[in-house]
């Protein structure tokens, strides 16, 4: 019996000792030794974005540029460059009276401006309070946009080019719009004069203030500008 239990005691010995956890740094079994890393492949290279060039200048800025500048230097013999007349803001307003009672005349409003101006449309609100046509101070009355730079000489080319011409019963343009100041504001009655409108997201006919702002002094000055650009006035 007792050879019996040493046998017994030395094999739970032995298991133990073989379920012993080993000593940091020793391993059980030879590891393999890790394959030699290879040159990495090169990561393909992002190709460069094509540089923007310059905008192209706007067709009447190119013929300010080029032909009416000087002749307007020469007919009012300006001393220097820089007294000649040029444009400097184009404003189209559209006055909706009528949104106080139904707010989507509005919405409709400032999407025809932003679709002729190509730039988001600003809403006009009351500044004071009129009681006679039941308008209270901050409602919104009105849309607007300011076009300048590249926009504004685009914006007048279409104008003078491609909408005015449409105008129902059209014998030109008024002279007698002018402010004193050089600049010059045209009313239009419909806004489907201008091929950017589509015809079948309008419901009623809005008409629209073109405020067209020069550095001219005078009148005739400001008037022969926009004569050298294509204005069709009333003679």
Known sequence: MSASKNDET??????????????????????APKAAKGPKAPKAEEAPEAPRGPREKPRLLKLYEEQILPKLREEFRYSSVMAVPRLTKITVNIGVGEAKNDIKLLDEASATLTALAGQKAAV????????????????PIGAMVTLRGHRMYEFLDRLITLAIPRMRDFRGVPDRSFDGHGNYTLGIKDQLIFPEVDYNKITRAMGMNVTIGTTAKTDPEAKALLMHFGMPFRR
């Open 10 to 31: 030395q094999e739970k010995k032995e298991k133990k000792a073989k379920a012993a956890p080993k000593a940091k740094g020793e391993s059980a079994e030879p590891k």
């Open 124 to 139: 006009r609100r009351a500044k004071k309070s009129v009681s006679n046509f039941k308008l209270r101070q901050g409602q």
